[in-house]
C-alpha cells in the first residue's frame, strides 16, 4: 500500500506560482510512475502531468504545457507539481496518484493509489 499526501495548494493571485507536493508513505515511489490530476466543481477529472519512475520521462496536456513541471525525488519519497504563470482556471483540487507501473498514464482508471487532494484557488 501506498499513503499519498499533497501539501502546497492554496489561495494564490493569476500570474503567480505554487508548487505542490506528494509526499508518500509505505513504499517506495521509485517503482511508480506518477501523474498530477486535478478537478473543478462539476468537471471531471483532468490530467495535468505524469512522470515516470525514474523521472525521465514527462507529459502534459497542451492546455498546461509550458506552465506546469511534474519532477520528482525518490530520496525523498516525494513528487512535485510546479505551476506557473497561474491563471484563474487553475483553479481545482489537485490529486497526486500512483500508477500500477514504472510509466505515467493519461487515464485515471490506470492509477492504484491516490491522494486525498489539496485546493488551490487562483483569484483574478
Known sequence: QVQLVESGGGL?????????SCAASGRTLSYY?????RQAPGKEREFVAGISSGG????????VKGRFTISRDN?????YLQIDSLKPEDSAVYYCAASGSNYYYARS???DYWGKGTQVTVSS
Request: proline share 3%; glycine share 16%; no cysteine.
Open 12 to 20: 494564490a493571485q493569476a500570474g503567480g506560482s505554487l508548487r505542490l
Open 33 to 37: 510512475g506518477m501523474g498530477w490530476f
Open 56 to 63: 525521465g520521462m514527462t507529459l502534459y496536456p497542451d492546455s
Open 75 to 79: 530520496a525523498k519519497n516525494t513528487v
Open 109 to 111: 482508471r490506470e492509477y
